[in-house]
Nanobody, 115 residues
Framework: QVQLVETGGGLVQAGGSLRLSCVAS????????RGWYRQAPGKQRELVAS???????NYADSVKGRFTITRDGPRSTWILQMNNLKLEDTAVYYC?????????WGKGTLVTVSS
C-alpha cells in the first residue's frame, strides 16, 4: 500500500506563490509517473502537471510558465511550485502517483487565491 500526503496549501493573494509538496510512503515502487491534479468547485478533476519517469514534464495550458513540477531529491517526494497565482487556480490540489495500472492519490490540499 502506498500513502501520499500533500502539504503547502493555503490562502494567497493573486500574483503570489505557493509551494506544494507530496511525500510518498509505504510499499514504495519506482513510479512510472508522478503528478498533480486539481479540482475546483463544480468542476471535474484535471491534470495540472506530470513528471513521467524518464520523460518530459507536462503541464496544463492554463499553468504553463507559472507552475513547475520537480522531484525533491528522494524519489518519494515531489514539488509543485506555483507562481503568479490567479483566482482561477483556486482548487483542491491532489498528488498522484502511478505504477503500472495502479493509481495512488493523496487526500488533497486546498489552495485559495484571493483578489
Amino acid at each position: 500500500q502506498v500513502q501520499l500526503v500533500e502539504t503547502g496549501g493555503g490562502l494567497v493573494q493573486a500574483g503570489g506563490s505557493l509551494r506544494l509538496s507530496c511525500v510518498a510512503s509505504g510499499n514504495m515502487y519506482s513510479f512510472t509517473n508522478r503528478g498533480w491534479y486539481r479540482q475546483a468547485p463544480g468542476k471535474q478533476r484535471e491534470l495540472v502537471a506530470s513528471l513521467p519517469s524518464g520523460g518530459r514534464t507536462n503541464y496544463a495550458d492554463s499553468v504553463k510558465g507559472r507552475f513547475t513540477i520537480t522531484r525533491d531529491g528522494p524519489r518519494s517526494t515531489w514539488i509543485l511550485q506555483m507562481n503568479n497565482l490567479k483566482l482561477e487556480d483556486t482548487a483542491v490540489y491532489y498528488c498522484n502517483a502511478a505504477y503500472g495500472s495502479n493509481d495512488y492519490w493523496g487526500k488533497g490540499t486546498l489552495v485559495t487565491v484571493s483578489s
